[in-house]
């Protein structure tokens, strides 16, 4: 695809990298065969040309150089400044996030550069790996979806999902777990957009978290079941990323908003997690598979003692949980999967309770990736556990879930 772009993006894709990066670190030593369900891609530049129903070409997302030299996504009449989201893997100083990444050659080429990608996998120990969007397009495809001009939204929708397939997905299928995003203004053509890519192979989609934070109709609602009954057709896992409607939980604004917001991360899964279960969804869609992704693991086992404590003693939400389901703490270890990155303290007694419900990440290129050493905090982290247990852990639940194959030697 570089091969159609202009001379001037020509430049800027293949200019040299910034002094802010390292050189490439040597392949890491691996002590286990590794699928991450939580890793993420930017958007290349050359992404939706030729993807495009001709009347809206020049209306998709595109890249604009500004006086200062920066990078800059244009869609839609609104601007998109930060051009990596946060992609600081490789960087000489890891403690800076003042200074985004304002040019491709700002971050690592894996970033958004799908052979490269592969290069820095392998460096990492990585056999596989699901990529959430970036910046312009938001973890669950939101700002298509915000599009003032809904046939334009749902057409550069479709493209990105082409380019999944087509290139991101489809240049290595074994190492890229194919997941989608859809239009989330309309129920039923969000599900017929699932329900295309299913068909194509695709194996998941990224969905907001917390809907009605995005102005989106409430799960609550019932709104969102042709969605849902779509993804159980199809056995399309839905894939649940905090911050994917674009907000975190509030925060004192006299406070340290970066340091302060990140901790809350397991808090915010925690929340999902919550709005999901009551809303009864899994209920209506037993078999719903809800994997939530950069919110840790060691809220499982609380979620999982406070829902038990509600509807066999407290009686908070009895009346509203049928009597003839089952309870909610067990919808909870039915449905859900649940990521790690970094959870030393509460890995054991998440896995005791949910052994076949706990995946790994790496969350590359973002500030709380484990990138290039994945495999040595994963052992620091999995070493004292049976071997079965980390075999579950490290790939064996998201090679089942995800019906992802796994490599012919381990």
Known sequence: M??????????????????????????????????????????????????????????????????????????????YAQLGFNALVGRRDRDDFTIEPARFSDMRRGSWDIHHRIVDMDIGGIWASICFPSQITGFCGRVYSDCSDPDLGLAVTKAFNDWIYEEWWGSYPDRIIPMGITWLRDAEKAAAEIRRN?????????????????????????????????????????????????????????????????????????????????????????????????????????????????????????SFWPKSEIGPHEVLLRNGYFCTINDPSTIDSTLKLAPDRVMVETDYPHADSTWPDCQTHLHAMLSHLPDNDIARLTYGTASELFRHPLPESQ
């Open 198 to 318: 299913a068909e194509r192979g695709f194996v998941a989609v990224t969905l907001p978290e917390q809907p009605q934070n995005i102005a989106l109709e409430s799960l609550h609602s019932g709104w969102w079941d042709p969605v849902i009954a779509a993804c159980v057709e199809t056995d399309t896992v839905i894939c649940l990323h905090i911050g994917s409607s674009g907000q975190l939980l509030p925060a004192d604004p006299n406070g340290p908003s970066i340091g302060c917001g990140a901790t809350k991360f397991q808090v915010q899964a925690y929340s999902a997690c919550a709005e999901w279960i009551w809303s009864q969804i899994p209920l209506r869609f037993p078999e719903v598979k809800l994997a939530f992704s950069e919110g840790g693991v060691g809220w499982v086992p609380v979620m999982y003692d406070r829902l038990k404590h509600q509807i066999e003693i407290s009686g908070h939400g009895r």
């Open 2 to 79: 570089t091969d159609t772009l202009t001379s001037d993006m020509k430049t800027i894709v293949d200019e040299p990298l910034s002094e802010m990066l390292l050189p490439d670190p040597p392949p890491q030593e691996r002590h286990y065969t590794l699928i991450s369900v939580d890793d993420h891609l930017v958007e290349p530049p050359w992404l939706f040309e030729g993807r495009m129903p001709a009347r809206y070409a020049d209306m998709a997302p595109k890249i604009v150089e500004t006086d200062s030299g920066a990078l800059e996504w244009v869609f839609d009449g609104k601007t």
